[in-house]
T-cell receptor
């Protein structure tokens, strides 16, 4: 998975609790992305980062925040998890702005 | 209208058959075209990347782009059970830092 790890790999949480997902890369790539994947919707971009402390919103950013304090780490936080945020979350990295390499994914269930 | 449309399938074909997977797109500004393959419970992986109209071949896989019709295809020859996966088309947008994905077509090759 191109030097990308995601943690945790599985998580079950309750509605209203905060959740943080971590993406870690060893490739020193500039760009990092968070997607969610749901049946019928494919991959949808939540947030992305184009450098340390530089982030921007994707198409489904409501209810999510991100932080990138180091090149290798990109954190996704669900401020107050809802059942609609039950999904599979993928992190991706890119060094040259087009080809993206994906992590193994995190399965999140919000009860 | 979605920027990228892809038939979600599922598609089941017998081993050895030729498979055709397709996407249509609406924005003629897209210049580069990618196909990702995603095995069950794994992250997507880049399969093919093409810049221009016409065909690009890589082993049993051929990517075809028709910019005049805004139509891209992926052909798999001599399909194998190991080709069973979801195939997603992806198109880089302006600046290329973001990808727009199709919803994916789930393919099963029957032995």
């Amino acid at each position: 998975d191109a030097g990308i790890t995601q943690s945790p790999r599985h998580k079950v949480t309750e509605t209203g609790t905060p959740v943080t997902l971590r993406c870690h890369q060893t490739e020193n790539h500039r760009y990092m992305y968070w997607y969610r994947q749901d049946p019928g919707h494919g991959l949808r971009l939540i947030h992305y980062s184009y450098g340390v402390k530089d982030t921007d919103k994707g198409e489904v950013s409501d209810g999510y925040s991100v932080s990138r304090s180091k090149t290798e780490d990109f954190l996704l936080t669900l401020e107050s998890a809802t059942s609609s945020q039950t999904s599979v979350y993928f992190c991706a990295i890119s060094g040259s702005t087009d080809t993206q390499y994906f992590g193994p994914g995190t399965r999140l269930t919000v009860l | 209208q979605k920027e990228v449309e892809q038939d979600p399938g599922p598609l089941s074909v017998p081993e050895g058959a030729i498979v055709s997977l397709n996407c249509t797109y609406s924005n003629s500004a897209f210049q580069y075209f990618m196909w990702y393959r995603q095995y069950s419970r794994k992250g997507p992986e880049l399969l093919m990347y093409t810049y221009s109209s016409g065909n690009k071949e890589d082993g049993r896989f051929t990517a075809q782009v028709d910019k005049s019709s805004k139509y891209i295809s992926l052909f798999i020859r001599d399909s194998q059970p190991s080709d069973s996966a979801t195939y997603l088309c992806a198109l880089p947008g302006f600046g290329n830092e973001k990808l727009t994905f199709g919803t994916g077509t789930r393919l099963t090759i029957i032995p």
